[in-house]
């Protein structure tokens, strides 16, 4: 991966290729930055600067053999680790290097894909992985060993927030004190989920959403589009090259997270004081629940999104409102006045309580359920403004 391939974060890519120009490359790193903001893709163009010893900020210069093997992920001395589950590929024990196949698929297609990506290539939605204990063996085994071209070795954790709390304090020690010449970077979007041992370790890197320019700029280059289309869907995109993608694509998932969530809060507005629309909104959870966790728990941070952007126009924020419903029957200028200051906190509180209990296990229908009946009650609360 070239530097001049990731898109925008000039400030992070001069930081990095001037610290290992200079010698000062920290041996655990943590890239914190929200989906679709370049995260991995840097990760990857840093690891290459570093194992070839490539110079003058971009990924030329070094050896020109070991660049090759960065055409496919394939160094010796680059390693993985990435949440995993058990499927019909591995029945139980899964770890990272059973799946390397589909993660260089992932790569070459998707840098900038999110954790529901992953899942839906390995066809386990309906699961939730994690880095678990038998994760941290592995690493541990293969960090053991010399590198094989003589040089660094680079451990890369995605998604390290899915680290149980067995593989963290199993890492600890190696994380702190490493082998001579090892580098972990470990990369998050939510570095609260990641235990303070862990992350007090490491030299935590930030980065912003991506910038619209930049985004309308690859879509141009990449899709070969207008330059208005692209601005426009930059706009939508919110900072997110991933969800720029899909929408190219017609393919974001968004847009049957729209469908079900229009339905929804249709039914809740119909449900007070009508008991048919109670068993609409009983279909509606018992609909929901029936695919995957990671699809719920997406689904439900969509509609914290949607509720969010319909506050803003509420309030005549409306630079900062970038969704644009696709159904033609809904309008959010309509929608916006229900979301106010009496109801917002605890329609965001409602929804990320379920969002915590379905990532705990618990029965989506049930959780559904109390949740689209509590959303019938603050639909209906008046402002206090």
């Not at 053991?144 to 709390?165: D, F, P, Q, R």
């Not at 992350?199 to 700029?217: G, K, N, T, W």
């Not at 803003?312 to 159904?327: F, G, I, Q, R, T």
């Not at 106010?340 to 605890?346: K, V």
Request: aromatic residues 10%; glycine residues 6%.
């Amino acid at each position: 991966m070239q530097f001049s391939e990731v898109l925008g974060q000039n400030h992070i890519k001069n930081h990095l290729s001037t610290s290992v120009d200079a010698g000062r490359i920290a041996h655990a790193q943590l890239f914190v930055g929200p989906e679709g903001s370049g995260t991995l893709p840097m990760a990857l163009a840093y690891a290459q600067y570093i194992l070839c010893g490539n110079t003058n900020g971009e990924n030329t210069g070094g050896n020109d053999s070991c660049n090759l093997k960065f055409k496919n992920f394939s160094h010796p001395d680059l390693h993985f680790a990435f949440p995993v589950t058990t499927s019909d590929k591995v029945k139980s024990k899964p770890v990272s290097n059973f799946y390397l196949e589909e993660w260089r698929q992932l790569l070459d297609q998707q840098p900038y894909g999110n954790l529901f990506d992953w899942y839906k290539l390995l066809g386990v939605d309906n699961k939730q992985g994690q880095i678990g204990v038998d994760e941290a063996h592995e690493i541990v085994k293969s960090l053991t060993l010399k590198s094989y071209e003589g040089g660094h070795k680079v451990m890369l954790i995605w998604m390290a927030e899915k680290m149980n709390t067995a593989a963290a304090n199993k890492l600890l020690k190696l994380i702190e004190e490493p082998p001579e010449k090892t580098i972990f970077i470990l990369i998050a979007e939510d570095e609260e989920q990641i235990i303070n041992t862990i992350r007090s370790r490491c030299q935590v890197l930030h980065f912003p959403p991506l910038a619209e320019d930049a985004i309308a700029e690859a879509l141009v280059a990449k899709y070969h589009i207008e330059t208005s289309v692209a601005a426009k869907i930059a706009h939508q995109a919110n900072g997110n090259f991933n969800k720029a993608c899909d929408l190219i694509y017609q393919d974001s998932e968004d847009i049957q997270f729209e469908k079900w969530f229009i339905l929804w809060v249709r039914s809740a507005f119909k449900a007070k004081g009508n008991k048919s629309a109670i068993h609409d909104l009983i279909s509606w959870s018992e609909e929901i629940a029936k695919t995957g966790r990671e699809t719920q728990k997406k689904f439900l941070g969509f509609c914290l999104n949607y509720f969010r952007q319909a506050l803003l126009l509420n309030y005549k924020a409306n630079d900062l409102v970038y969704l644009e419903p696709k159904s033609e029957n809904f309008q959010l200028e309509k929608f916006a006045p229900f979301v106010h200051d009496s109801n917002i906190l605890e329609i965001s509180n409602e929804l990320q309580d379920a969002i915590y209990h379905i990532e705990r296990n618990g029965n989506s229908k049930i959780i559904l359920t109390d949740l689209s009946i509590k959303l019938t009650r603050l639909l209906h609360k008046k402002s206090q403004a």
